[in-house]
């Protein structure tokens, strides 16, 4: 069951907020502020900001770990704090956290490298192996709030924040633990990263029109916008979320894993490791194709990535696919890379809830090479039962998971 949400985008700070962006199609994608940007051919990301960190963390926090992990933290908080679990009332033995990230303490590992280099032996900061550790999301969530169940870090690159939830789900569901803090958190907005994706080609070169940068789907896209930020869910078992009258969002019911095993950065052009991701999910939910109301894709607005997931959708669904409503959250928040997985389950929770669909920001000239019907330009409000979230990243890592509403009373 998910209990609890928490979610830090450069579209909104709290579910409240980031829900209300969505549904209105605010973006803040804009120029980047966190380096001298004026090299790069690509000037413009999806910056978090307006975030109040003494509210959550120490000033020595702040400076011991990198942003990554400071985010996953104050996402963790906001997600218990909105399921209402009293930890001084828990068993912490049974209460864990598996949280991924793409590039992990990215910030830090550019500088220490720096300082040894420029340095040598006392140049490193003497957290520089701590934050180089990639599971130093989740370990500081068990570090603050004293959690002693499963926790780990799972790095897929951007499939990393679905992986964890569909792990996370499948601990609680063998039994190995009563709550778990799932999904991804993300600050890798640097000049090392924004160098190497450059170098790819990979991200819209848009600058000038920032906020209409991002357009999955769209004929005339031309790149993923980077973001940062962070998205984690409260998975709880049902029977000690009904024991305590928790508010349950929906429901995780199927998760699915796989690969395309085809190229280090590309995917095959027709979406082969994202069909069987999905068809995995849907078959370990037991549910039908037709069940699946909406998708919420992948959609990062790179050329390939949108083809091929299209493409799969397209060959698994055939002609349910006219009846399904489709969106891509990226349109509004930039990509969030490892963090969008748990970002875009925050958001399939709260459509689950409000029965509405937030719109495809930039969706303006269909590409026929996508062959998708009902991608949402605007918000939809139907009902909605069951959803599907996609995630694709570097590797060939896909992943899916199915979630569905919940039937009984809160």
Not at 11 to 36: P, Q, S, Y
Not at 95 to 102: D, Q
Not at 203 to 219: K, L, Q, T, W
């Amino acid at each position: 069951m998910i209990t609890g949400l928490g979610i830090l985008s450069p579209c909104g700070i709290g579910k409240e907020e980031f829900w209300d962006n969505l549904i209105a199609g605010r973006t803040f994608i804009d120029r980047v502020t966190k380096f001298n940007i004026e090299e790069f051919p690509t000037k413009i990301a999806g910056e978090l900001r307006g975030l109040d960190k003494s509210a959550y963390l120490t000033d020595n926090d702040t400076r011991r770990f990198d942003e990554v992990a400071q985010y996953a933290y104050i996402a963790a908080v906001q997600a218990l704090k909105d399921s209402g679990v009293d930890l001084s009332r828990s068993s912490l033995d049974r209460i864990g956290a598996i949280v991924g990230s793409s590039h992990g303490a990215i910030w830090s590992l550019e500088k220490d490298i720096i300082a040894s280099r420029e340095r040598g032996l006392h140049g490193p900061s003497p957290f520089a192996m701590a934050n180089a550790s990639t599971n130093i999301t989740s370990g500081l969530i068990a570090l603050k709030l004293g959690l002693k169940g499963p926790n780990f870090s799972i790095v897929s690159a951007c499939a990393s924040g679905t992986h964890s939830i569909g792990e996370a789900f499948n601990t609680v569901a063998q039994d190995r633990a009563d709550i778990m803090l799932a999904g991804g958190a993300e600050s890798c907005i640097t000049p090392f990263v924004f160098s190497g994706y450059c170098f790819l080609s990979a991200m819209s070169r848009r600058n000038e029109e920032p906020r209409r940068a991002c357009r999955p789907f769209d004929a005339n896209r031309d790149g993923f916008v980077m973001a940062e930020g962070a998205g984690l869910v409260v998975l709880e078992e049902l029977q000690h979320a009904l024991e305590r009258g928790a508010h349950i969002y929906a429901e995780v019911i199927g998760y699915g894993a796989s690969n395309d095993a085809v190229h280090v950065t590309n995917i095959s052009r027709r979406g082969i490791g994202i069909r069987r991701a999905m068809q995995m999910a849907i078959e370990d939910a037991n549910v039908g194709l037709e069940d699946i109301d909406y998708i919420n894709t992948h959609g990062s607005s790179t050329v390939l990535a949108d083809m091929s997931e299209a493409a799969a959708i397209k060959d698994l669904f055939k002609h349910h696919t006219r009846r399904l409503l489709i969106n891509s959250t990226k349109s509004i928040t930039g990509h969030l890379m490892g963090a969008s997985g748990g970002a875009e389950a925050v958001v399939c929770a709260l459509s689950l809830e409000n029965n509405l669909i937030h719109p495809t920001l930039n969706y303006e000239q269909p590409d026929p090479r996508c062959e998708l019907e009902n991608i949402t330009n605007q918000p939809v409000k139907r009902e909605l039962t069951h959803v599907l979230s996609n995630s694709i990243g570097f590797g060939g890592a896909d992943s899916s998971i199915v979630i569905r509403k919940y039937a009984g009373a809160n």
